[in-house]
């Protein structure tokens, strides 16, 4: 049977993509050798660099978000390089056990996956690395698995203080486009983003944003490369093209995706998210059910993740919901598997979606007879309405 | 400055058109005399007629709703013919004005625009024309200007209680595809339908569907008509064709979103506007406010009038609500300018929408300062949840 | 089976409707009483009336072009009033069948359907008007059953020899947007069109330019009326809103066309017209058939009507060219069924897609083995390469 | 200016995508974890298969074609293994240079980049490898940058004959969906594919198809990989999942693609792009030019390349094209730059946009002052109606 009216996707990304974006990408594919192509790249990259706060390159792929993880790995690492990744989450580790793939020695840094990255573990681990084995240190900017934020100008200082010359990777792949983020402010060295949470397009590009230290390190860089290979890429996008064929559809949704970010205006989107994660929070708190990040100042403002209360299915609620009232939500992913369910509030996200969300999930907590204290709903609307817009 | 996500249009029509009648609408437009067109006109055709729950022919206009009005009068009637309008409200009014403006003398029983028509005054009407002058009698099934019913059948039973011979013309525009409908089993002569409320379509079509006795009233009908007449229309209909250019793009949207209410099953789509409509009331209830129909049996399943406390504005209201929210909700029209605000709840509609849009009335009240008591939303979905889907 | 590539629809209206204008159309329908909806409809009255060239109000109406012919009519005049109109085929013809049945007398000067209106017949039926019986004198600009162009200018000089007080009204229906023309340079009364052949737009919309003394005349005009009637229309469109619910999605169409035309620059648009039509008629000739306007200053730039050789059926030919090479070609309406083809060369259309046009037609022609020459496709190249762009 | 009408595409890929599949992407994007994502990806695997032939697994990468390059290597090689590559143009010298990046080591038959690959040659080399150091004989079915076609089942033979253990790896990325390809018949150990040419979608997807022998070498194939790893992405597709979030729309798209290719008929598909790349060959013949391709058997069916007479620019000729008649023709690429245009027929394509293309061409060379003789586009017209449909 048909369901009526519009699927709520509140999984923490892909995200409601905006009727704008889709009809900017539902016309005709151009030569991608052509000038007006060369305008559209131009414009995109400009736009993508602002989004990122960097001025140096920023790389875009035809990929999902991991190839952009890998990217980063492969054009400034050598096979039996030394990576530090602090186990913010599941894409923490899965991002360590790429590097794992690619013949790099990642230390991982385990993590509890209730708060962002310690910049002080990473500082210590630094420090210890006397022999400067370590080339990178690798951080999940929103880790979309917990809701955590890391403080990355945290990490920034804390390698700094150690002098420690390891390159700064920060995935931003779930935060980029939705909360403030500046890779040249910060000094990030490979930023590594995708289209599908804040950019509010579908899945199927990634981008790599690269520092002049990055830029160096890729010269010396051993690991064999040829797709993901910054090199080539750069020098041909600086006229506009690409080494192969772009996918030019996506490109035109991005460049629309980036004139409503600008026409709202960036601290517009970022105070939004902003807004949306706090009345959440006050759901899930006045439900009386516990947020799965329990550090106060690394609350998501892109993803929330609540844990179940013990004895419960998350996954068998989140069927409920999906069957009841048309709403996806995001399940746990490994070992927070059927323990935690994640709404996603964001991208292209407003007071109305989001009241319409925390309805679902709060109707599906009774129907799914999860113990709760009804009112989450109210309890949002209150703060939504305190708050200014 | 942009706003974020979805725009809620929440006005009793046109509604929210579903993605699916958008895209379907989104194609090349065809050559109206090929038998793909055929094919397609057939189609639409038999589903709307499906919808209509009538047997003989219905016609399709290239027109708003009141071209349906209009062709309904002129098809049927001569200059000078009396007609008999109950006033349920603005648009009953406005039907009557638009015979009187075409040369017919309409007798308007007065209502309050607080209920559907009523039976009785009808029946003594027509029982009072002992010179059988009046020649048609004019129903709005709902009113979308008050959210009152009209019990058709008790209708067909006043007239045939007084053996009266006149037409029975009854206005469905907001009725259409929401609420159980049957021309045939209700004896209607002429069924009056548009696209923009209950068959999710923007708007630009509208429809007659026309029973046998309305068809031989036609022969002898003396108005003037040449755009609405049905006789040229239905004989050319019958191959698949149209005796002018048709509305293609138009009618590909009408064949899928008859689609689409087969895929859910007419049953269910009513049994949904009817879920959504009581959940409002219980909102509105809650809230400590007033419903404009106050003939419990009277309520209308697709939208709801909410009256304004004394000294408080319904525009004031909901200029905060589109500002702050980005809903649209209907004014209060003619003499109910102001003093009610009107909820849609119709088309493709679902219940987390339905929450987003009671959650920006609830904010909305707090906001404007408009005396109420918190809690209609969280009403409402208990309501949902009790009831089952 | 599914017929690859794209459909040509090669009818002399509807027209290929661009891709933008689709687009745009697929979008959400918006609250037909907001702000938002007043710029758009100011947007595209003024648009229009630059197309138009006309100074005083343009109406739009959810309706196909004949209802913008009724309106016209409707407007002005009363119950037996007179209206000279020049058969110059079957849409003139139409016109004044229409005539009648709204009451009017229709004096119809006979035509061959080979040329535009003679300006001269018309002067002489108004010269033998010395009662002013006749109130309107209509002709159709663009004769669109056989591709014969009316100067509209001659009839106005005609009329105003005369000095006979006759309302001019013109169907520019099929020249709009691709031919020149101007309501107020050339005093016409009422100018009336349609959104599917130059404007680029799906059927669904007609428009009626109104002059000065055309609103002078609706003051007195006794035909009934209400859907078509000016006076509240233009009231109300004034404060960019309808007096009922607009066809807002072919609004948001119009409104593109509008812009691409004058993105492309009016004069360009015209120039390109006649290009085509140039080039077409090069290549009937090169075929050795006959063109069915035989008036050298008569012929179409938007539409060429093409007569079989005696014993071959035009339709037979259509067929042909549907089935094996999926374009429409317009067929010959009442009198000229089966006798002519027409091919339409107007609205988004380009050289590439006309010489595939005309290869379609050569191709066809060879496989129904009806008698020509080959090498009109040939022909058509020269013309265009020499002709400049 | 604007151009009206719409672009005519003819570079040989990306090609001018059917509404119909652009309409299937333009929906929103929904969660890669659901059930009716499952459909989604078991339905588009079932059809892919079917067009590549194989009974094995296809893997589809979100990334352009070289992306499923690397990917066929990566996944099955290790450092320093030779891979033989015959150098039948541009982008078998692109594919055997990624090769060598990697860090295989490839051998580069040298082609004149006027035929398909020589099986004898290839089969000499194989012959002489005694050692068995070559693991992967790498051949582009049809190459793009000049318009020849291999013939694969020629060069299985000749591997066969040799005894040789080298997997075959075929590129088919301007050849699959539009000429006669099947991976299990000719034992193609990886079939490379992307989806912007016969598969009529935007650029962004690529594909591998997997021979149970090149599964086995997947085994101990020591080359870094992670993003392009066959064995977790099957593992999970087979449950009809992605280990990274998949390219969702552009499967929409892909699914619209395989429906229309499978009601089109697949021999009918290959059978239209014979007919028009035989009429294309016979206009170029016709102006007198010279078609790169100079080996009568391995004539392309989806790309002509033209070479220019000496003296002449390609590229002066193509800009034009493109500024007077809105048409991309393609360039010549590396050594061929300059020297040919290439001429795409490929996709969703038919009869009169064939026409219009080539009058484009030839149009194009009288501005252009090219030397030839006019009548091509006639030659091609005569070719079209005679063979049959």
Same mark, same amino acid.
């Not at 991608?32 to 060369?38: G, L, P, Q, T, V």
């Given at each position: ?86 186990? $913010? @989450? /599941?894409? #923490? ?6 590097? &794992?793939? *690619? %013949?790099?020695? +990642? ?54 203080? $150690? @002098? /420690?010359? #390891? ?6 792949? &779930?935060? *980029? %486009?939705?909360? +403030? ?209």
């Amino acid at each position: 049977m048909r369901s009526a009216g519009r699927h709520f996707l509140q999984i923490p990304g892909p995200t409601n993509v905006p009727d704008r974006v889709l009809r900017a990408m539902d016309r005709p594919t151009i030569d991608h050798r052509s000038a007006e192509f060369a305008d559209l790249a131009h414009r995109v990259f400009e736009g993508l660099k602002e989004v990122v706060g960097c001025s140096g390159p920023a790389v875009i792929y035809p990929s999902s978000g991991s190839g952009a993880w890998e990217a980063a790995l492969v054009n400034t690492l050598s096979p039996g390089d030394e990576v530090l990744v602090y186990e $913010t @989450g /599941h894409f #923490a580790k899965q991002w360590s056990e790429i590097a &794992s793939r *690619l %013949g790099l020695l +990642p230390i991982l840094i385990p993590g509890d996956w209730r708060s962002g990255a310690d910049a002080q573990a990473i500082a210590e681990n630094l420090a210890a690395d006397g022999e400067r084995s370590i080339k990178a240190v690798c951080v999940v900017h929103n880790e979309t698995s917990t809701g955590c934020v890391t403080s990355v100008p945290d990490i920034r200082r804390a390698i700094d203080a $150690t @002098g /420690h010359p #390891a390159l700064l990777m920060v995935d931003t792949i &779930s935060s *980029l %486009g939705s909360m +403030p983020y500046s890779a040249d402010e910060w000094q990030v060295d490979v930023t590594i983003g995708g289209s599908q949470k804040g950019l509010m397009l579908p899945p199927g590009l990634s981008f790599n944003a690269v520092s002049e230290k990055a830029l160096s390190a890729s010269k010396h860089a051993a690991l064999p490369k040829s797709y993901w290979s910054w090199e080539e890429m750069i020098a041909i996008n600086a006229k506009g093209f690409f080494p192969y064929t772009p996918a030019t559809n996506m490109l035109y949704g991005l460049a629309e995706a980036l004139d409503m970010l600008n026409e709202e205006g960036l601290p517009n989107v970022f105070a939004r998210h902003g807004r949306h994660a706090g009345a959440t929070r006050h759901a899930v708190e006045a439900w009386g059910l516990e947020v799965q990040c329990n550090n106060l100042g690394d609350f998501s403002n892109t993803v929330t993740a609540v844990r179940m209360p013990e004895g419960h299915s998350a996954d068998a609620f989140r069927k409920i919901v999906l069957d009841r009232f048309d709403m996806s939500l995001g399940n746990g992913l490994s070992k927070l598997a059927d323990k935690v369910f994640r709404i996603g509030h964001l991208g292209d996200f407003n007071d109305l979606m989001l009241a319409g969300t925390l309805a679902g999930v709060e109707m599906g907590l009774a129907l799914a007879n999860v113990p709760h204290r009804p009112g989450g709903v109210q309890t949002a609307l209150t703060a939504l309405v305190n708050e200014s817009a």
